[in-house]
């Protein structure tokens, strides 16, 4: 088994930074600025129902603007 080891060139901020990043694309409802935070693969849990893939998480943050 192995452990995995933090980057050299990852840093707390820059960490903080790309999550507040993230917090704010979703909170503007900014679609764009949203996919580019997610990887292709990224797996949503939405009500215990999956959602995979980058597409699926966009679309799932586009219907649940226009719910609210």
Do not use: C, Y
Not at 53 to 66: D, F, I, N, P, T
């Amino acid at each position: 088994s192995s452990v995995a080891t933090k980057p050299a060139s990852l840093s707390v901020d820059s960490l903080i930074a790309a999550e507040t990043a993230f917090a704010k694309s979703m909170a503007d409802r900014d679609f764009d600025a949203f996919a580019s935070h997610v990887d292709e693969g990224a797996v949503f849990i939405n009500g215990g129902k999956p959602l995979r893939g980058k597409a699926a998480g966009v679309v799932a943050l586009q219907r649940s603007s226009v719910q609210q």
